[in-house]
């Protein structure tokens, strides 16, 4: 089994930074050596689950548009643990933030922390 433990989410004002961090545990074998790509997707109040960020196995970065430039995705492999660093926030930027990590045979979700920009 797998772990993802979440932290780092809370209240900001518009204009302020955050950063999520999401560290994985457990089970790592199959991490180590099947990984696919980790990530962190995001879901409104109303709205469906959004891909955010995500970066693969050999670095690839990924970033949905509407956070090009704010938003940036890191992996430190010897902590297991992945990053999105959030800057220059928005209101509608406020979801709950889910780490993924995916695999050629498994994808595992953390339970979600919430982000709330206040305008």
């Known amino acids: 089994q797998v772990q993802l433990v979440e932290s780092g989410g809370g209240l900001v004002q518009a204009g302020g930074s955050l950063r999520l961090s999401c560290a994985a545990s457990?089970?790592?074998?199959?991490?180590?050596?099947?990984?696919?790509?980790m990530g962190w997707y995001r879901q409104a109040p109303g709205k469906q689950r959004e891909l955010v960020a995500d970066i693969t196995r050999g670095g690839s970065t990924n970033y949905a548009d509407s956070v090009k430039g704010r938003f940036t995705i890191s992996r430190d492999n010897a902590k297991n643990t992945v990053y999105l660093q959030m800057n220059n926030l928005k209101p509608e930027d406020t979801a709950v933030y889910y780490c993924?990590?995916?695999?050629?045979?498994?994808?595992?979700w953390g339970q979600g922390t919430q982000v709330t920009v206040s305008s």
């Open positions: 993924n990590v995916r695999g050629v045979s498994f994808d595992h």
């Open positions: 457990g089970s790592m074998f199959s991490i180590n050596y099947m990984l696919i790509s």
